[in-house]
């Protein structure tokens, strides 16, 4: 019976485990919502032990690929993981809207990305979509 129980556990533990690990790497590309232009995609990745992001490029809204001056530029930098799961902070947000640089924070669940910059303790935030 113990090992009957012991085997379920092991089987289950499997079963999921794979998923909580993937769940918290939050490198990759990224899709930002849209704006009446179209999106960006993000590019995520380790920047030593701080998480950073570059644009990888724009799309308009029927998902068309199309020259973008701010290809290349970083977007967040400084990015460092907290003691809760898949939440980093003490990071920074670029806007290429404006050009102004903001605080910020991300939450990462599944396959969506909350990204929040901040001034003075109010945030905008978009959730942005995994594609790999």
């Not at 690990?21 to 032990?49: F, M, P, S």
């Amino acid at each position: 019976m113990i090992v009957c129980i012991r085997r379920a556990i092991a089987l289950i533990a499997l079963t999921f485990l794979p998923q909580l690990v993937h769940a918290q790497d939050v490198t990759g590309l990224w899709r930002t919502e849209a704006n009446d232009q179209g999106y960006l995609e993000i590019k995520v990745q380790n920047c030593g032990a701080a998480i950073c992001g570059i644009i990888a490029g724009a799309r308009d809204l029927q998902g068309q690929t199309g020259p973008y001056e701010h290809v290349g530029q970083r977007m967040i930098w400084d990015m460092v993981p907290t003691d809760s799961s898949g939440v980093w902070n003490g990071g920074k947000i670029w806007d290429p809207r404006n050009g102004r640089t903001y605080n910020s924070r991300m939450t990462l669940l599944a396959n969506k990305l909350t990204v929040a910059g901040c001034v003075l303790g109010i945030c905008q935030s978009q959730t942005w979509t995994r594609l790999r």
